[in-house]
């Protein structure tokens, strides 16, 4: 479900895309003064999304600099930081425990257990400071488990409770925007989802891995199928997006929603469009 809250670069304009590495680079550092070093490993363009939303709707101070760094030794990289940057370095840092707990239990793979207990530390520090959203992301994954393994094709209930766990990330403080971010969030994540589950469909029903759309693995009509699944939701998504008063960056964050969120899709299933 994570990976596909990313840009599509080669449309961008020249200032989005200087915009949206800085941005990028803001939540690398973020982490980096969070929890160290190693924590930038866990680091997504899933998150990046949520500091563009975040500080186009609350408009938070915003330090800009510049700095080398061992991905980019060589060239100094522009970088913008604000207490949103904190926020969503916070929120990935828990979704990455969360994430390889859960691939623990599930594929008992000693890589994911031996990042678990690497991140457990910080995590128990972010669960103290955010319960409300530790709490919904561990309850949903729960839920979420406990549906894979009874084995129901139901994709609905899969991704409501993903849902359900993108609801509560996307909400910084109680305020008069939360039910809209709520409502907008919930759509994201059982879109997220659903296109994660149609991308893996092949390879789940090669491996035996729980896909809600099993029984429509090899259908030529797939496709136009999932297309069709995956805009209602994101359509959702986008009526309660555009009720939020976002000015800055807006352009930026359309791109991602309408145009970076297929890509791995459209490659996928060979289209030129979503």
């Known amino acids: 479900m994570f990976g596909y809250l990313v840009a599509a670069d080669g449309v961008l304009e020249p200032e989005q895309l200087r915009r949206y590495k800085a941005v990028y680079c803001g939540l690398c550092r973020s ?10 490993l866990t680091l997504t363009y899933d998150m990046t999304f949520l500091v563009l939303l ?3 709707l609350y408009e938070p101070e915003e330090t800009e600099g510049a700095r080398r760094c061992p991905r980019h030794p060589l060239e100094k990289q522009p970088y913008r ?3 949103v ?23 008992r793979r000693l890589t994911a257990l031996a990042e678990a207990r690497t991140l457990e530390r910080a995590y128990r520090e ?7 959203q530790c709490g919904a992301m561990a309850e949903a994954l729960d839920a979420l488990t406990k549906l894979e393994e009874s084995g129901a094709e139901d994709p609905d209930a899969a991704a409501g409770c993903f849902g359900r766990l993108m609801e509560e ?11 809209t971010l709520r409502h907008m969030a919930n759509a994201l994540g059982r879109f997220l989802y659903l296109i994660d589950a149609a991308v893996d469909l092949d390879e789940d029903a090669k491996s035996g891995s729980y896909n809600p759309f099993r029984s429509l693995a090899g259908r030529e009509d797939n496709a136009r199928r999932f297309t069709e699944i ?44 979503s």
């Open 31 to 40: 982490l980096e003064r969070c929890y160290g070093q190693g924590a930038r």
């Open 54 to 56: 975040l500080s186009s």
């Open 81 to 83: 930081v604000s207490e």
């Open 85 to 107: 940057s904190d926020y969503a370095a916070r929120m990935n840092l828990a979704l990455a425990y969360l994430k390889c707990r859960d691939d623990w239990k599930d594929e």
């Open 126 to 132: 972010t669960a103290r400071r955010y319960p409300r």
């Open 169 to 179: 990330i996307f909400v910084l403080r109680e305020d008069r925007w939360s039910d």
């Open 230 to 273: 995956l805009k209602l939701s994101l359509g959702e998504c986008l009526f309660w997006f555009d009720r939020l008063p976002l000015v800055q960056d807006v352009g930026l964050m359309q791109n991602i929603l309408c145009v970076g969120l297929w890509l791995r899709f459209n490659q996928k299933y060979n289209r030129g469009e």
